[in-house]
Each structure stands twice: as C-alpha cells, then as structure tokens.
C-alpha cells in the first residue's frame, strides 16, 4: 500500500509538471485507457502506481543483470621472486612470479617480465616466462611461471635495476604490472693464472700427479670459497666428478696453507676408459658465488710402451690414364699393436717422376663411405683421378700413418705410371 504522504507528493508534482518533464525519471510514452468515468485523483495516483513499481523493478533488472553480463575481470601477477642481489659474471638466475585469473590459468595466454636500467635511460623488452616445466620453470601448469635469466657480465653496469613483470590473458586484458628494484654490484670474478699439470700420463702406470693452480679475486673484501676442475674424453663425454683443490697446506699435495695455490693429486686411473688427449677445465668461485672463466689443460693419456701403426699392404692400379676421368681407389691395410682405435689418421704424399712434390697430404679414410667398402675394418680408402695428370711418366705414392700419441708408423711406397 501506498502511503498517504506519498499520493500527496505525487499529486502535487502530477499537477505541477508533464511526465515528460518529470525530474529523475526516464522519457515514457505510455497510453493508458480507463473507462469512461471519473476517477479521484486518489484513485489515479493508486492507479499510476500499481502500473509503474513494475515496470521500474524491470528496469532496474535488467539494468543489474546486464551489469553482471559484460562485467570483465583480468588476470592477477603477485609474488614475484628474485635475487634482491646479483653479481657480475656470476652466471644465469632465475626469475619467477605466479599469475591468478577468475577464468582459469587456461584463459591466460601470456606472462612476461622486462628489465630497466633507469640510471641510464635503459628500457628493456619484455620476455615471455613459461609454465611448461622447462625453461627454469619446475612444475607445468601450477600458475608459476619462471624463466632462466642470462646474468649479468662486466660490460653491464652495476646500480639499480627495476624488474617488472605482467599477464595477458587471451581477450588481450592485462594484469596489473608488478614492479620492484634489485641492485647488480659491481664484484669481480676471482681469476685463475699459473696452471701446473703434466703433459702426458701413463694408462698403465699407477703414480699420481701433482696438478696445482692459482687462484685470487680482486675484490679484497671477497675471498676464495672453492676451487675445482672437471674432466672431459677425447670423445668428449665427461664422468662427472668435480675434482676439488685445496689450499690447507696438507691435502693433495698442497704445501703451503694459505697462499692462494690449490693442489690436487691424481691418477691415470682418473682418465679412465679412453686413451689420448683429456681435456681439464679448471674453476674459481668466491664468497658471492661468483664463479671465474674457465682454465683449460690437456692431458695426454697413452700407455707407456706405446708402438706406432704398422702398414701392410697397399691396393692400387699400376697404371693410370691422363685423358679418362675415371675414378680410381687407393686402398691401404693398416694395423696398430694398441688396437686400430689408435690410429689417428693415414695420408699419402705424391712426387713426380722428377722427385718433385706439391707437399700435399692426401688423408684416406675407413668409415664406409666414398669408396671405403666396411668401416673400421683397418683397410683405408681414398679416390682419386688422374685426370690432366702432367707430367707424364712414372709416379711415387708415399704412405704414412700415425697414431693418436703422436707415433708415426714407416712409410710404404707405390709406384702408378701416368700415361696418355
């Protein structure tokens, strides 16, 4: 029921003004038809009343309902994580931060980060993070996205730095952006000089050797903490120790605490499964974990009474033809007392018939192709063509091999007459 108060009111203002110029209400037309009788403006008001409270509570409906329809809510950055630090040359770091939407981590399409050097005007470009469980990231789709940051060298300038990080999701709406500051200091690496390690070793002798290196860091507030080396096969492979020095005064060898050379001891047993040249990389790192350019040695490994290749026998033409194009094989059976893993390479040098040679060497090869009939089998092959071949007349085909520590077998000689 309508008030008495409130059928004044409205009678006044029905009185005063037009329902097109009613204030505060919207332009109706609205026809209404009444039997042909007079009604109190009492009745009217009751009348106007029970027809409009509806119809407003409709629009306001409506109105609601449409709000709730085309509402947009975006994606949400928060707990970002970082170094608060960082140290020049100290190698990659990880950056991370978790991204929220009302629609699911589906609906997001993108998460990046950029970073600016304000101090200089620098702005960076911004980065795609991953979710994928690769990249630095550690579990795929838990809303964590990471990435593995290349870090920063010494041609970058220490000082502050502004990390920003946002998420897009795939209506292109975009989260807030999530900045903060860290510092780059400006440390040094620790540096490696003075490398001590034997050339050569022996597979079948069991002594150690001393192998030492210094190492400082220009920082003088900073100190050593570790010094190591890895060791990498001729093949390359490594067995993925990590060998460390140490500067005590005692251990592995180390004579004098303290005075910045780190020492270790080891064995041909250490370069195990391979003979021939080891590569060692040696490492620094300090307090801020700041890790040094790597030192490289080379250690030969081979056994002690070690025998160059021997070669048996060479198959080739007796006579070749200066006017055919043809292709002829040169094959050159060679064996070695360590095993044929030995040979290194095998080779042979041309000489006139003058004696007079280009001081080429030509490498034949045993990997079954090109001629070579069975890999590894000890029988080397090269093509050649004698093809425009001058002078004419008969030529000396000198072989060699040598093995991978360097030992080079007797030469065997061919001679092929080039004619016409």
């Known amino acids: 029921m309508i008030s008495r108060t409130e059928k004044e009111k409205f009678i006044k203002i029905i009185e005063e003004s037009s329902f097109s110029d009613m204030p505060n209400l919207p332009q109706l037309s609205l026809k209404i038809q009444y039997p042909e009788m007079k009604m109190s403006r009492g009745k009217l008001v009751s009348k106007f009343f029970s027809f409009i409270i509806p119809i407003a509570s409709i629009f306001i409906l409506g109105l609601s309902g449409c709000s709730g329809k085309h509402k947009i809510t975006n994606p949400e950055i928060y707990n970002a994580m970082y170094p608060d630090t960082l140290y020049r040359n100290a190698g990659p770091f990880y950056v991370e931060v978790s991204v929220r939407d009302p629609q699911g981590l589906d609906d997001i399409e993108s998460v990046e980060y950029k970073i600016d050097f304000p101090a200089v005007g620098t702005i960076g470009n911004w980065t795609s993070l991953t979710d994928t ?222 004696g007079s040679s280009n001081g080429n060497r030509y490498y034949l090869h045993d990997d079954g192709v090109d001629g070579d009939q069975t890999a590894g089998d000890g029988a080397f092959t090269i093509g050649i063509t004698s093809y425009g071949a001058s002078p004419l007349g008969l030529w000396r085909f000198e072989f060699w091999a040598r093995d991978i520590h360097g030992a080079v077998s007797d030469s065997l000689d061919k001679y092929i007459r080039i004619v016409e």
Request: no cysteine; hydrophobic share 35%.
């Open 133 to 354: 469980g690769s990249g630095g990231d550690s579990t795929a789709g838990d809303g964590r996205y990471a990435w593995l940051v290349s870090g920063f060298t010494d041609q970058d300038s220490a000082g502050q730095y502004k990390m920003s990080f946002r998420a897009t999701d795939r209506g292109n709406h975009q989260s807030n952006v999530l900045e903060d500051w860290f510092n780059v200091s400006a440390n040094h690496i620790p540096v490696l000089s003075d490398l001590n390690a034997p050339d050569t070793m022996y597979s079948d002798f069991p002594e150690s050797s001393l192998i030492a290196i210094y190492a400082m860091d220009p920082d003088p507030d900073d100190q050593i903490s570790e010094v190591w080396f890895e060791i990498f096969r001729p093949d390359g492979s490594t067995n993925e120790q990590k060998y460390t020095m140490l500067d005590d005064g005692f251990s592995g060898g180390d004579s004098i605490a303290g005075d910045g050379r780190y020492s270790l001891r080891i064995s041909s047993a250490e370069m195990d499964q391979q003979l021939g040249n080891f590569q060692l990389l040696f490492y620094a790192k300090n307090n801020h974990e700041v890790v040094s350019e790597p030192l490289k040695a080379f250690i030969h490994i081979m056994p002690s009474n070690n025998e160059p290749p021997v070669l048996l026998s060479v198959a080739a033409p007796d006579t070749l033809s200066s006017s055919s194009p043809d292709t002829s094989y040169l094959i050159l059976e060679v064996t070695d007392p360590q095993g044929l893993n030995d040979i290194d390479s095998v080779w042979f040098q041309s000489f006139r018939p003058n």
